[in-house]
């Protein structure tokens, strides 16, 4: 499967297929993956990202986790307490959700997007420590916009804790310098501010 369905868009049955399996597994992923797109796309729309580098960043950003599904059960969601070879064993779900979208023959950049969402500035992140602008573009703003939403949603170190979308903000602020390309975070904070204005302005019409 190389080539678009009938719509032209990339989100085929077997994408939504995975997404809903991911979903089973890990409650609430299909919600946090749908918001980590909208975000992504908001993102790469003021970068000049152009119609089809919208669509491969969407797709990416909803298979960003589809990793998990070659990782035992035992492990989903419970990333946090897991013993050393358990963790190594778990870091390795970006590389196999890269090869899913691959077998799928989705873009290159689909793939190198999932492969890089946990990748950090620092090059501290997994699974091939990777820095800065080795970090694909794609990656870099999915990495962002998916620890932004998973704050805000109590899935990104913060044990169950959601943080208001401020506070999930000033997370990513605090650790731009050695996690996140700072670029990234500065238009993902303009797209939040801007979407906080709106609804402040819509609700005053109610």
């Not at 090869?99 to 946990?118: N, S």
């Amino acid at each position: 499967m190389n080539t678009p369905d009938q719509s032209g868009s990339m989100l085929t049955p077997y994408v939504r297929l995975l997404v809903s399996l991911v979903d089973d597994r890990q409650p609430g992923y299909a919600r946090h993956a749908n918001s980590v797109a909208r975000l992504s796309c908001s993102v790469g729309s003021r970068l000049g990202f152009d119609e089809s580098q919208l669509e491969q960043l969407r797709v990416a950003a909803l298979l960003h986790d589809v990793g998990q599904l070659r990782v035992p059960v035992v492990h989903v969601g419970s990333r946090w307490d897991l013993a050393a070879d358990e963790r190594r064993l778990w870091e390795t779900h970006p590389e196999h959700g890269a090869g899913m979208a691959t077998a799928l023959g989705l873009p290159a950049d689909v793939a190198l997007a999932i492969r890089g969402h946990h990748e950090r500035w620092d090059g501290s992140g997994y699974p091939k420590g990777l820095s800065r602008a080795r970090i694909s573009l794609y990656g870099r703003i999915l990495g962002a916009c998916d620890v932004f939403d998973g704050a805000c949603m109590g899935l990104e170190g913060t044990r169950g804790v959601r943080l208001t979308q401020d506070e999930a903000l000033e997370l990513l602020i605090d650790d731009e310098s050695s996690r996140f390309d700072e670029v990234i975070v500065s238009v993902l904070r303009e797209v939040i501010e801007d979407e906080q204005e709106i609804g402040a302005l819509l609700g005053m019409c109610v």
